[in-house]
């Protein structure tokens, strides 16, 4: 047995975009100065940085080195626990390879983005819009959608009312929109309202069409409901 290695830890929590910095000791049991190659094997080896990379190492003596593990912040980094290994290659006998292994716990990655493909429409009652949900995140995306209007002036029907969207999904929703009450009035109104998705202990943040990190915002335009000579005729019965 020319070498020995083992981790600090016998797992670590790691988050998606960002760094973690594990340390691995490793030993030569030889009696005889040698040099061994390290590299990172398993499910993490594409996100794992080894330095140094090769170590020389007296008989007897031990060193140890730095493992720099990102793992991206993408919808293909399933989160969950995640097998890490390290091969040590001796350069004395080849084939006497050696190794450590690690589990990486990732966590969860919430990024739901609600693009309004019609921030805003024209109805005399009614009018329908239709908007994108996406999962940018690495979990599913189980959301409720809302339709948040201060005036209390419209409401919303949502098909579906929920929607499930696997990591790096997207589906389509479509959202009827309708005026609470009559407006006595010849000219149009704009009636501002916003949109919020969410799941259980996760507040989904939408995107607006231009791209902006904040709360989608759309515009129910109603047009005048009574004809122009209502209120004439109204007028007249006095």
């Known amino acids: 047995m020319a070498a020995q290695a083992w981790f600090s830890h016998g797992d670590v929590d790691v988050t998606p975009g960002a760094v973690a910095v594990l340390q691995l000791t490793v030993v030569n049991l030889g009696d005889s100065t040698d040099t061994f190659v390290l590299t ?6 594409g996100w794992s940085t080894i330095n140094p990379a090769t170590i020389t190492l007296f008989g007897g003596t031990q060193q140890v080195v730095d493992i720099e593990v990102f793992p991206p912040l993408l919808p293909s980094t399933t989160a969950g626990p995640t097998s890490l290994s390290v091969r040590i290659v001796p350069q004395s006998d080849p084939d006497d390879v050696r190794s450590a292994e690690t589990t990486l716990n990732i966590a969860g990655s919430f990024d739901r983005r609600l693009d309004v493909l019609q921030p805003a429409l ?10 994108m949900l996406e999962n940018r995140g690495n979990t599913l995306a189980s959301c409720r959608l809302h339709l948040i209007d201060p005036s209390g002036r419209v409401e919303a029907d949502f098909d579906p009312p929920a929607a499930g969207v696997e990591p790096g999904a997207s589906t389509l929703i479509r959202m009827k929109v309708r005026s609470k009450g009559f407006q006595w009035e010849r000219r149009p109104r704009t009636v501002p309202f916003r949109i919020d998705a969410d799941q259980p202990d996760q507040l989904i943040r939408e995107l607006h069409p231009q791209g902006a990190r904040h709360a989608a915002r759309c515009a129910d335009l109603q047009l005048v409901i009574v004809p122009r000579r209502v209120p004439v005729l109204a007028s007249g019965l006095d």
């Open 122 to 131: 024209r109805g005399r009652r009614s009018a329908t819009y239709e908007m």
């Open 40 to 45: 990172p094997a398993g499910m993490a080896a």
